[in-house]
């Protein structure tokens, strides 16, 4: 099984545990032992599973302005976490890489392998509510012909970007690419660093 196997077979597996009660506030139950890579997939996935579904209670037109100020205060804690575990995640690759000496004219990539575990997480959310809608009983058929044609292209994608994970790992495994992390260091939750935050101070 490639990596990338792997994450879409334990992606998938997240998506039904959290659609068994379909509801945000369900507590996760991860089946994996910490602090196993599967573990921190897992995680990973059921963060922006439940995000998603934040999301989408947040555009109610008819929600009451103090529960959206709540989810928004959620969902920026949740976007938080998300970017904590991608750091993590790196963090995994970088230790299990570390005695591979790059090739003199190896190359950095555009991103990270847990940034393109990110975009797989967010796919398979796609993939799976984007074939709802193609098979919805309750739609038109222009509406499902529509989505249908949808689903085909995030189908693709996850083929492609599923490839192209797999290869930047093979390439830093033999040394012809190598990883550099930034951390993100997002500025609007420091309090020491969000004018908003440390001008409520004086």
Same mark, same amino acid.
């Given at each position: 099984m490639t990596f990338s196997e792997r994450c879409q077979?334990?992606?998938?597996?997240?998506?039904?545990?959290?659609?068994?009660?379909?509801?945000?506030?369900?507590p996760i139950a991860n089946p994996y032992a910490t602090p196993s890579i599967d573990y921190f997939l897992y995680l990973k996935c #059921?963060?922006?599973?439940?995000? #998603?579904?934040?999301?989408?209670?947040?555009r109610d037109p008819e929600?009451?302005?103090?529960?959206?100020?709540?989810?928004?205060r959620r969902i920026d804690k949740s976007n938080q976490d998300r970017t904590d575990l991608v750091e993590m995640i790196d963090s995994y690759f970088l230790d299990l890489y570390k005695e591979?000496?790059?090739?003199?004219d190896a190359t950095i990539?555009?991103?990270?392998?847990? #940034?393109?575990?990110?975009?797989?997480?967010?796919?398979?959310?796609?993939?799976?509510?984007?074939?709802?809608?193609?098979?919805?009983?309750d739609a038109t058929p222009?509406?499902?012909?529509?989505?249908?044609?949808?689903?085909?292209?995030?189908?693709e994608q996850q083929v492609d970007l599923s490839s192209a994970l797999d290869q930047l790992?093979?390439?830093?495994?033999?040394?012809r690419k190598y990883m550099k992390v930034?951390?993100?260091?997002?500025?609007y939750n420091d309090p020491s660093t969000n004018p908003v935050l440390y001008g409520a101070k004086k």
């Open positions: 077979s334990i992606f998938e597996q997240v998506i039904a545990d959290y659609h068994k009660a379909d509801h945000v506030d369900t #059921w963060i922006d599973t439940v995000q #998603w579904h934040l999301e989408d209670l947040i929600i009451n302005p103090v529960e959206a100020l709540a989810l928004k591979v000496k790059p090739l003199p990539n555009t991103e990270t392998p847990a #940034w393109a575990v990110d975009r797989l997480s967010i796919l398979a959310l796609k993939i799976y509510h984007m074939r709802e809608q193609a098979e919805r009983v222009d509406h499902r012909e529509q989505c249908a044609r949808k689903l085909a292209v995030l189908l790992l093979a390439d830093i495994a033999a040394g930034y951390k993100q260091m997002k500025m």
